[in-house]
Nanobody
């Protein structure tokens, strides 16, 4: 059983900051890429940022220089530091972990969290 849990969302005024955390736990063999996605009402889920096990990062154009993704490999934990938040950043933020389990160490699958709500007021 694998669990992916996000935390750190909340209500913040425009210009404020939030730090999201995602923890993947359970029967995990190896975690490859981890990422953050978001979905606003009426919109499709979109990639915000991702990070490989080696620390290579990738950002959506709309968050470059505003958000920073990081991870703690030993703990299968990733963070998303969000600065200078805008009302258009309001969404549910989801964590995605591409990982394998001891039962099938050669095969990776995506595991998703339930999401954490981020609301930015103007």
């Amino acid at each position: 059983q694998v669990h992916v849990v996000e935390s750190g969302g909340g209500l913040v005024q425009a210009g404020g900051s939030l730090r999201l955390t995602c923890v993947a736990s359970g029967r995990i063999f190896r975690v490859n890429n981890m990422g953050w996605y978001r979905q606003a009402p009426g919109n499709q889920r979109e990639l915000v940022a991702s990070i490989t096990s080696g620390g290579t990062t990738n950002y959506a154009d709309f968050v470059k220089c505003q958000f920073t993704i990081s991870r703690e490999n030993e703990k299968a934990v990733e963070h998303l530091q969000m600065n200078s938040l805008k009302p258009e950043d309001t969404a549910v933020y989801y964590c995605d972990a591409d990982l394998s389990t001891p039962a099938t160490p050669w095969r990776t699958s995506d595991y998703w969290g339930q999401g954490t709500q981020v609301t930015v007021s103007s």
